[in-house]
């Protein structure tokens, strides 16, 4: 049996768990009939589980707990997808997660503060906290509850549907809150807070629909410190604030990605230059780009983003900032004047008028051989990137030659009295590996075939 709750009052008097409860308790019935956190943190941890013990802490029981008699648990516990939806007696969690530092529960039915309330206070260095695809659209966190979250440097809140009321309440009581994930709520608006949350360092707010400027600048109020910002799968339209704004609301912004957003304008990405410490951006999908090869978006946006040294991931070296800059002179020194970017008049300073780059055929050219078949010799162009097989079929359509039956030899007219013919046995054998050169002679021969010979014939 389940040990007899104490009050709050006492627990705290005492210096005990902390239990949180929006009403009475229910029956035992019903507590049979919910997954709390302690059974299934029992079940999965069972010592049957583990028989080696490796990469886990041994836990004894403690008297009177309906729990195993021993539990195996990692600093990292992993609860996803077990139908929690109760907490279960928090003396029982404060015994056995007392050195938990990482707590997973996504994907499952907690639907009550108090319920996530109970669990976070009794495990002391609680530092990750996953609550990602649980039913929390519809509750709301008093304030005067959220003080047990605030040892919680990450959060992750990722299809939880959360109002940004109750992420401003968490955000308030979470002075240490270094990451926060938000993604996959159905976000078209951001609602304000007058208290900021200074300590926020990255924002992932993927896969909302986030569209207008003005609710993305929201964030720099609310989040002061942000360094890492990542909006990719909203259809944020523009970047739509001066540079005396950009600066004063994201002073420490130093990594943005608007994948598949919605911008179409040079414009935007001449702006992202505003952000006062940004190095990395990450700009794939979006319409701005659509009409330009893989080469000229790459060379376009670095040349537009002089101090960005990560681009869509990858690294960008001196040697190709210079190369992207000199494509960019290029590409729009025969535009009207009144259409050149700024950006272009900055770069003709630093290299001058660039001569266009000229045209050059890098269509392979032929080698001249003469190809000799019996008393018949034909003067032939190859294609050296051909293989010898391909020489064969080659042959055979101009000269009318058998369709079997045939063996080539090359040979090569400066060598031929010191090394003699070779023949050409491998058909996917490239030509150009044969180093044959225009004079040389390819001799067609018929092959001949063995005879069988036997003493009983």
């Known amino acids: 049996m389940l040990k007899k709750n104490r009050s709050k009052a006492e627990h705290v008097r005492a210096g005990g768990p902390t239990e949180f409860r929006a009403g009475t308790m229910e029956s035992s019935s019903d507590e049979e009939e919910v997954r709390t956190f302690v059974q299934v943190l029992s079940d999965k941890y069972n010592p049957e589980n583990f028989p080696y013990g490796?990469?886990?802490?041994?836990?004894?029981?403690?008297?009177?707990?309906?729990?195993?008699?021993?539990?195996?648990?990692?600093?990292?516990l992993v609860l996803s997808d077990t139908g929690v939806s109760k907490a279960g007696d928090g003396s029982d969690i404060a015994a056995f997660c007392a050195h938990v530092v990482e707590l997973d529960l996504s994907h499952n039915q907690l639907n009550d503060w108090s319920e996530i309330c109970t669990i976070v206070a009794n495990i002391p260095h609680l530092?990750?906290?996953?609550?990602?695809?649980?039913p929390l659209s519809s509750i709301k966190l008093e304030p005067c509850m959220?003080?047990?979250?605030?040892?919680?440097?990450?959060?992750?809140?990722?299809?939880?549907?959360?109002?940004?009321?109750?992420?401003?309440?968490?955000?308030?009581?979470?002075?240490?809150?270094?990451?926060?994930?938000?993604?996959?709520?159905?976000?078209?608006?951001?609602?304000?807070?007058q208290a900021s949350c200074?300590?926020?360092?990255?924002?992932?707010?993927?896969d909302n629909q986030l569209q207008e400027w003005a609710e993305v600048r929201k964030f720099g109020q609310l989040y002061p410190s942000l360094s890492t910002l990542v909006l990719a799968n909203n259809s944020?339209?523009?970047?739509?604030?001066?540079?005396?704004?950009?600066?004063?609301?994201?002073?420490?912004?130093?990594?943005?990605?608007?994948?598949?957003?919605?911008?179409s304008k040079w414009e935007d990405i001449e702006r992202l230059n505003f952000f006062p410490k940004l190095e990395e951006v990450k700009v794939k999908g979006i319409p701005l780009l659509e009409p330009y090869t893989t080469h000229e978006r790459r060379s376009l946006l670095l040349a537009q983003l002089p101090s960005v040294v990560l681009l869509n991931g990858s690294a960008v070296s001196n040697g190709e900032r210079e190369d992207a800059e000199r494509l960019f002179i290029r590409y729009y020194q025969d535009c009207p004047e009144q259409e050149l970017p700024q950006r272009y008049h900055i770069l003709v300073s630093k290299y001058g008028q660039l001569a266009p780059l000229a045209e050059v055929d890098l269509?392979?050219?032929?080698?001249?051989?003469?190809?000799?078949?019996?008393?018949?010799?034909?003067?032939?162009?190859?294609?050296?990137?051909?293989?010898?097989?391909?020489?064969?079929?080659?042959?055979?359509?101009?000269?009318?030659l058998p369709t079997n039956g045939i063996r080539l030899f090359y040979i090569n007219r400066e060598m031929s009295m010191m090394i003699g013919p070779e023949e050409l046995k491998c058909g996917s054998r490239a030509l150009h590996s044969y180093s044959i050169r225009d004079g040389d002679e390819i001799l067609i021969v018929p092959r001949v075939k063995a005879r069988c010979r036997s003493s009983n014939i």
């Open 363 to 400: 269509t392979p050219r032929g080698t001249m051989v003469d190809v000799r078949w019996g008393d018949r010799v034909e003067a032939v162009s190859l294609r050296l990137e051909q293989t010898v097989g391909d020489l064969k079929k080659h042959l055979r359509a101009v000269l009318q």
């Open 236 to 263: 944020v339209d523009s970047v739509g604030d001066s540079q005396d704004t950009l600066q004063r609301l994201f002073p420490n912004l130093r990594s943005i990605n608007l994948n598949n957003s919605g911008l």
């Open 198 to 206: 200074p300590s926020l360092r990255l924002l992932q707010i993927t």
């Open 54 to 76: 490796q990469g886990v802490m041994v836990m004894p029981s403690p008297p009177g707990s309906p729990v195993k008699d021993r539990l195996f648990l990692p600093c990292s």
């Open 127 to 134: 530092d990750f906290l996953n609550l990602s695809m649980n």
């Open 146 to 193: 959220a003080d047990v979250f605030s040892r919680v440097r990450q959060l992750v809140l990722i299809n939880t549907h959360i109002s940004w009321d109750t992420v401003h309440t968490l955000t308030q009581h979470t002075p240490e809150l270094v990451e926060l994930f938000l993604c996959l709520n159905g976000y078209n608006t951001v609602t304000e807070s």
